[in-house]
């Protein structure tokens, strides 16, 4: 039996409406009692910039022209106001020029800086973190030869191998993740800096979010003795949000 529709869904969107659609998600999540991140999900979810999905969702009776004393009123006897299709041209222009799959993450990216930073920070902790498999050393022995070519020539068939010891991987794995770490770093000063910079307009998920990702970043690097080379839990505490997100 599918879930039956939270009667949050709607009065989220009704107050996004209500206020002419320029309440921050955040102000209305602390509304209606739920997280910043499940409002954000409604709104992509039901394409509230598009004005299709929640129209007729809406108890809003519609009426034709701006409301009495908007500027958009003013010489426009058409009743519309000029940018109401503003968003439609913007993503039009979109689908002109690129695939449809990369229109569908735009149009489902969060609209704040420090959202998209995070989730920027998500990625390449959890790239770190992979790579702690694939490019993982067994010990010094732990050699591997490939084939990369085979062709012929003057003296006969020849095949090409490539041969890494254990020493060769460890060194590029140590390269790399040096580099991973050192974006990630600065990744999480930009984020620490833009957050407190508007601490005030923050919400608490996000102000939370740093704390625990400095300290998940320093067992990374070594930092704490305790920390052991498995993931920490980090990535289950990352998918937090996306679990909190199912609800409808």
């Given amino acids: 039996m599918?879930?039956?529709?939270?009667?949050?869904?709607?009065?989220?969107?009704?107050?996004?409406?209500?206020?002419?659609?320029?309440?921050?998600?955040?102000?209305?999540?602390?509304?209606?009692?739920?997280?910043?991140?499940?409002?954000?999900?409604?709104?992509?979810?039901?394409?509230?910039?598009?004005?299709v999905t929640n129209e007729a969702k809406s108890n809003v009776t519609k009426r034709g022209g701006a409301p009495k004393?908007?500027?958009?009123?003013?010489?426009?006897?058409?009743?519309?106001?000029?940018?109401?299709?503003?968003?439609a041209e913007k993503f039009g222009f979109f689908r002109k020029y690129l695939p449809e799959e990369t229109v569908s993450i735009i149009q489902e990216m969060p609209e704040d800086p420090l959202d998209i930073l995070w989730d920027q920070i998500q990625l390449a902790y959890a790239a770190i973190v992979r790579a702690q498999t694939i490019m993982y050393v067994k010990d010094q022995d732990d050699k591997t030869v490939e084939r990369i070519g085979e062709g012929s020539s003057g003296s006969g068939y020849n095949e090409k191998w490539e041969v890494q010891q254990a020493w060769d991987k460890q060194s590029n794995f140590l390269q790399a993740q040096a580099?991973?770490?050192?974006?990630?770093?600065?990744?999480?000063?930009?984020?620490?800096?833009?957050?407190?910079?508007?601490?005030?307009?923050?919400?608490?998920?996000?102000?939370?979010?740093?704390?625990?990702?400095?300290?998940?970043?320093?067992?990374?690097?070594?930092?704490?003795?305790?920390?052991?080379?498995?993931?920490?839990?980090?990535?289950?505490a990352l998918k937090g949000e996306a679990a909190e997100s199912w609800q409808e």
Avoid: C
Wanted: aromatic share 6%.
């Fill in 69 to 87: 004393g908007n500027k958009n009123a003013v010489g426009n006897s058409g009743g519309a106001a000029p940018n109401r299709n503003s968003n």
């Fill in 179 to 236: 580099r991973a770490q050192k974006t990630l770093e600065g990744l999480i000063k930009r984020y620490d800096d833009l957050l407190h910079k508007n601490w005030e307009q923050a919400s608490e998920e996000q102000k939370a979010r740093i704390e625990h990702i400095k300290a998940s970043t320093a067992k990374i690097k070594g930092e704490d003795p305790n920390a052991g080379a498995e993931d920490d839990g980090f990535l289950d």
């Fill in 2 to 51: 599918p879930r039956q529709r939270s009667p949050k869904r709607d009065l989220a969107y009704q107050l996004w409406l209500d206020s002419e659609k320029k309440k921050k998600l955040k102000d209305i999540a602390a509304e209606i009692g739920v997280s910043e991140t499940q409002v954000r999900k409604w709104k992509n979810q039901d394409k509230w910039n598009s004005n």
